[in-house]
């Protein structure tokens, strides 16, 4: 069970991060502005953003793992959709109706192959830490993003921008099969009792109770839309600020350097996570000090020049973040009942895509007038925003904030 997690993680990561390196290039070699190219990035969060509730109804009504095949379906296609776009030059409108149904593919992942995996692992009695299943998962993760950002890279240099979009299509459809034959919905029956309208409307309320109805869920969902809005313009807006200091605005290896970078420090963060976790007696503690690490790092890679002092600063950043992520999982599964789950965390990635809907836009214009340095000092500030809420979560004493291992359940 933890080896078909693995798997699809490495699978669909290995897929995603052919095109991360070079995305933002992608866009702008289209014809768009970096207004234009950001605001592309945000119909792709407000993608995810409509969908998030009603894909996470698919998967705590139909499965799981129904969820999964439709995401890489769906993902699949709209790729091809991309890279036809870039091949005929399209106008903005496509790239956001585009990208809209790009966030919808995403929302069928959010949520569900974590839910799929918490429930399994309560249901086979697993006792260990969920810090070190999400931390491997993590280094698994990374693995994947390391390889695949470094070939995409090194592919659109040799070839052109647009073969990675064209291979991490077919990933995608090699996953589909993977899938189709490992996964299966262990510790969860899917409620087929209500109509669609009917079960979404009984997922939403149950989903609101246990989510924003719940205060320590809810003040640490409201930091979602600072960390994981300003993280998905940076890990783009690395890509030319990175060639920028470089001095060669042609070389894509370089650019690829940035999502490189990002994957090897979230190999060492998943490693680092269950220790640094082990420091403290709260999880809160791990994730506040992850929080005000990325805030004050962002702001020293807007305000530096050189070139190798910025992939220094990236790396910092993107070792506080993979340190967070594992931690920040495990803290809000331990408080979300089984029956919601996967709606819940689609929820909180809900939360992150109206953050990343608002933000980029604005980062992006910010970047137009004053340059990416710019735009990444205020990224730095925007995400410090997010300290007063994993506050405020850590004030209602939550049983998940101290807790070190899995309980395991009765299968439902």
Same mark, same amino acid.
Do not use: C
């Given at each position: 069970?933890?080896?078909?997690?693995?798997? $699809?993680?490495?699978?669909?990561?290995?897929?995603?991060?052919?095109?991360?390196?070079?995305?933002?290039?992608?866009?702008?070699?289209?014809?768009?502005?970096?207004?234009?190219?950001?605001?592309?990035?945000?119909?792709?969060?407000?993608?995810?953003?409509?969908?998030?509730? #009603? /894909?996470? &109804?698919?998967?705590?009504?139909?499965?799981?793992?129904?969820?999964? $095949?439709?995401?890489?379906?769906?993902?699949? &296609?709209?790729?091809?959709?991309?890279?036809?776009?870039?091949?005929?030059?399209? !106008?903005?409108?496509?790239?956001?109706? =585009?990208?809209?149904?790009?966030?919808?593919?995403?929302?069928?992942?959010?949520?569900?192959?974590?839910?799929?995996?918490?429930?399994?692992?309560?249901?086979?009695?697993?006792?260990?830490? +969920?810090?070190?299943?999400?931390?491997?998962?993590?280094? &698994?993760?990374?693995?994947?993003?390391?390889?695949?950002?470094?070939?995409?890279?090194?592919?659109?240099?040799?070839?052109?921008?647009?073969?990675?979009?064209?291979?991490?299509?077919?990933?995608?459809?090699?996953?589909?099969?993977?899938?189709?034959?490992?996964?299966r919905d262990l510790g969860f029956t899917p409620d087929r009792s209500e109509s669609p309208l009917?079960?979404?409307?009984?997922?939403?309320?149950?989903?609101?109770?246990?989510?924003?109805?719940?205060? #320590?869920?809810?003040?640490?969902?409201?930091?979602? #839309?600072?960390?994981?809005?300003?993280?998905?313009?940076?890990?783009?807006?690395?890509?030319?600020?990175?060639?920028?200091?470089?001095?060669?605005?042609?070389?894509?290896?370089?650019?690829?350097?940035?999502?490189?970078?990002?994957?090897?420090?979230?190999?060492?963060?998943? /490693? *680092?996570?269950?220790?640094?976790?082990?420091?403290?007696?709260?999880?809160?503690?791990?994730? *506040?000090?992850?929080?005000? /690490?990325?805030?004050?790092?962002?702001?020293?890679?807007?305000? =530096?020049?050189?070139?190798? =002092?910025? &992939?220094?600063?990236?790396?910092?950043?993107?070792?506080?973040?993979?340190?967070?992520? #594992?931690?920040?999982?495990?803290?809000?599964?331990?408080?979300?009942?089984?029956?919601?789950?996967?709606?819940?965390?689609?929820?909180?990635?809900?939360?992150?895509?109206?953050?990343?809907?608002?933000?980029?836009?604005? +980062?992006?214009?910010?970047?137009?007038?004053?340059?990416?340095?710019?735009?990444?000092?205020?990224?730095?500030?925007?995400?410090? =925003?997010?300290?007063?809420?994993?506050?405020?979560?850590?004030?209602?004493? !939550?049983?998940?904030?101290?807790?070190?291992?899995?309980?395991?359940?009765?299968?439902?």
């Amino acid at each position: 069970m933890q080896g078909t997690y693995y798997t $699809l993680m490495l699978g669909n990561t290995l897929a995603a991060s052919l095109i991360w390196g070079v995305n933002t290039l992608f866009l702008l070699d289209a014809g768009l502005s970096n207004l234009e190219a950001f605001a592309a990035n945000a119909f792709f969060s407000a993608g995810m953003l409509i969908f998030e509730i #009603p /894909t996470g &109804v698919v998967a705590d009504t139909v499965g799981r793992r129904a969820s999964y $095949l439709l995401g890489t379906v769906t993902l699949a &296609v709209t790729t091809i959709l991309y890279w036809m776009l870039w091949v005929w030059q399209s !106008p903005f409108w496509a790239w956001a109706l =585009v990208s809209v149904l790009l966030g919808l593919g995403f929302t069928f992942f959010s949520g569900a192959v974590d839910a799929w995996l918490v429930d399994a692992l309560k249901a086979t009695s697993y006792t260990g830490s +969920l810090e070190t299943v999400f931390g491997r998962a993590q280094i &698994v993760g990374g693995v994947a993003m390391l390889s695949g950002s470094v070939l995409g890279g090194v592919i659109a240099q040799v070839t052109n921008l647009g073969v990675p979009f064209l291979l991490r299509g077919a990933i995608l459809l090699v996953m589909f099969v993977v899938a189709a034959l490992l996964m299966r919905d262990l510790g969860f029956t899917p409620d087929r009792s209500e109509s669609p309208l009917r079960a979404t409307r009984t997922v939403l309320r149950a989903s609101i109770r246990y989510g924003l109805g719940d205060p #320590p869920v809810r003040w640490l969902m409201l930091a979602s #839309p600072f960390t994981a809005g300003v993280g998905i313009y940076v890990f783009y807006a690395l890509q030319p600020y990175l060639l920028e200091l470089w001095g060669d605005e042609e070389a894509y290896t370089v650019a690829g350097l940035a999502a490189a970078l990002v994957s090897g420090t979230a190999i060492l963060g998943g /490693t *680092l996570a269950p220790w640094v976790r082990k420091l403290f007696r709260r999880r809160t503690s791990t994730i *506040l000090l992850a929080t005000i /690490t990325s805030a004050l790092v962002l702001v020293g890679i807007g305000l =530096v020049r050189n070139f190798w =002092v910025a &992939v220094v600063l990236v790396a910092l950043w993107g070792i506080a973040s993979a340190i967070d992520d #594992p931690v920040h999982r495990a803290y809000l599964n331990d408080m979300i009942p089984s029956k919601q789950r996967a709606t819940v965390l689609s929820f909180d990635s809900l939360m992150g895509s109206a953050g990343g809907v608002a933000v980029q836009p604005v +980062l992006g214009r910010v970047a137009d007038v004053g340059g990416y340095g710019a735009s990444l000092v205020w990224s730095g500030v925007i995400s410090a =925003v997010a300290v007063p809420f994993v506050l405020l979560s850590r004030a209602q004493k !939550p049983a998940a904030d101290t807790a070190r291992e899995v309980t395991p359940q009765t299968p439902q």
